[in-house]
């Protein structure tokens, strides 16, 4: 059973482009939750997903991110036009319900 | 609202001796509570969690944690480092919330071995 995969590891954008980062959850898990690491901190909660469902999206920015979990594929992290500020590793997790979470390797975005 | 303290940001210890690295957390609720390791530039790999069973959790890799509800504290420890623990810690605690598992991370220990 291959682990939760992220997808890409590493993503270079300049200001004002477009960021699409991508996660596949184990499988057989439908629970798949972002958390975001900005630089020597710890990691906080931005969203939580079932399929085709946002549960939880305090943790968003309530401009420029949005995120979906669609009954077929990867759940997309999508942050528009980015700024500096958006550069950090991007950690998704998945689980079955009320179970622990399994992180995939992240996604270091790095805004030029 | 949940939270987690680690009250040390960086602890040195030399090889073959042991490792304590402390948390407290706040909760409304009976709280799930976790050590999470992450080393550089990987993700993160459960060590241990807490959730109302035993007090004394072991976890993988020799550390151990004991929930102590009196002193609100989770702290993790392992009886002799080995250079391979050198890596960042995160204590998190988990409200469930109508099967919401969000976590809520310490901003993290990072662990170095003398050798």
């Known amino acids: 059973n291959a682990g939760v995969m992220q997808n890409p590891r590493h993503l270079v954008r300049r200001r004002g482009q477009e960021a699409r980062l991508r996660c596949s959850p184990m499988k057989g898990h439908s629970h798949v939750y972002w958390y975001r690491q900005l630089p020597e901190e710890g990691l906080k909660f931005m969203v939580y997903?079932?399929?085709?469902?946002?549960?939880?999206e305090s943790g968003m920015p309530k401009e420029r991110f949005s995120a979906e979990f669609p009954k077929e594929g990867p759940s997309i992290l999508r942050i528009q036009q980015v700024v500096r500020g958006d550069s950090a590793a991007y950690f998704c997790a998945s689980s079955p319900l009320g179970e622990e979470q399994f992180f995939g390797p992240g996604t270091r975005l790095t805004v030029l | 609202a949940q939270s987690v303290t680690q009250l040390d940001s960086h602890v040195s210890v030399s090889e073959g001796t042991p490792v304590l690295l402390r948390c407290n957390y706040s909760s409304s609720y009976s709280p799930s509570l976790f050590w999470y390791v992450q080393h550089p530039n990987k993700g993160l790999q459960l060590l241990l969690k807490?959730?109302?069973?035993?007090?004394l959790v072991k976890g993988i890799n020799g550390f151990e944690a004991e929930f102590k509800k009196s002193e609100t504290s989770f702290h993790l420890t392992k009886p002799s480092a080995h250079m391979s623990d050198a890596a960042e810690y995160f204590c998190?605690?988990?409200?469930?919330?109508?099967?919401?598992?969000?976590?809520?991370f310490g901003t993290g220990t990072r662990l170095t071995i003398i050798p």
């Open positions: 997903l079932q399929k085709e469902n946002i549960i939880d």
């Open positions: 807490y959730t109302s069973a035993a007090t």
């Open positions: 998190v605690v988990s409200e469930s919330n109508f099967g919401n598992e969000k976590l809520t």
